[in-house]
């Protein structure tokens, strides 16, 4: 037994009910649920079609997500998420760089290590080696002026605790920002890199050694194993090559607004919705969100 869940932008929900029998019927699944009204719906399905990407990729035309799973053991005990781009809508190396003068050339090679182009830990020397010499006080007006979160987050966060699940944060970026992205968002426990400091300003060295793919499976492997859980009991959930390792590893990996070449090695790819889409998956509805 399988579950087929649609999804949209919670923002602008355009899922129809015509939209969702059209499918349901063409694929003899069961009677809809709905989990958000225009916005998310699943039902369930003996076994799926061979066409299942085919109307992926008519969906997306739609704006509507396509996730199919199966029914048993999709709610979660553990998440492990990436930061950059996936519970913030930014870079923040990108965001330094912009600070120190070096933004274009910097944002050039992030993109092309996030899409698997380079090496991550090379790429994220080299680019913290551009920021020597800014002023370390540049961190936090960073993070008071340019950090945003996504849309979706703190609920995300609050309801997966509220049910009993442990929440990690797991970032190739800076523990400077990951520290008070994980306070404000109530993560459990974060790990991250660490930008070194000498006499107020950044070295343009990192710590080693560098937390990049294998760091992030690690995580996920020691902190099950802390609690008793296995790794298809984990939902993870990223954009970047560096996240791969990870999303290949847990229950479910997600990814979320990636870049395409991460995408097309994930099933579970949302382009629409926002984290939120992380609970709808699991089989929460919008009505049973924490926070």
């Known amino acids: ?17 015509a939209t969702v029998e059209a499918l349901r019927d063409a694929w003899g699944g069961g009677m809809a649920r709905w989990l958000s009204p225009g916005a998310a719906t699943e039902f369930t399905v003996e076994t799926l079609p061979g066409n299942i990407w085919d109307v992926w990729a008519e969906m997306q035309g739609m704006g509507i997500d396509l996730v199919a799973q199966p029914a048993e053991g999709r709610r979660k005990k553990m998440l492990i998420a990436d930061m950059d781009s996936t519970m913030i809508g930014q870079e923040c190396i990108d965001e330094l760089a912009d600070e120190a003068g070096v933004g274009p050339r910097v944002a050039d090679i992030t993109a092309r290590a996030m899409n ?43 309801t997966m605790k509220a049910n009993g699940a442990h929440c990690v944060l797991v970032s190739g970026g800076f523990t400077n920002f990951a520290a008070k992205v994980a306070a ?85 790819r949302i382009n629409h919705g926002d984290l939120t889409a992380l609970l709808y998956l699991q089989g929460y509805a919008r009505d049973a969100f924490a926070g």
Request: one cysteine or more; aromatic letters at 2%.
């Open 1 to 17: 037994m399988h579950i087929v869940t649609l999804l949209t932008n919670p923002a602008t929900p355009t899922l129809t009910p």
């Open 116 to 158: 698997g182009e380079l090496d991550f830990e090379g790429a994220l020397r080299e680019r913290v080696g551009l920021l020597a010499g800014l002023d370390a006080a540049v961190i936090d007006k960073v993070l008071s002026e340019r950090i945003t979160y996504t849309p979706g987050g703190a609920a995300l966060i609050a």
């Open 184 to 268: 404000d968002l109530g993560f459990d426990e974060h790990q991250a890199n660490t930008l070194l400091v000498a006499d107020g300003r950044l070295t343009g060295k990192v710590s080693e050694p560098i937390l990049g793919r294998e760091a992030k499976v690690e995580a996920l492997n020691r902190i099950t194993a802390r609690l008793g859980i296995t790794p298809a009991q984990v939902m993870a959930v990223g954009d970047g090559a560096n996240d791969l390792g990870m999303l290949g590893l847990a229950g479910a990996g997600v990814a979320l607004h990636a870049k395409p070449a991460v995408a097309a090695q994930c099933d579970i």
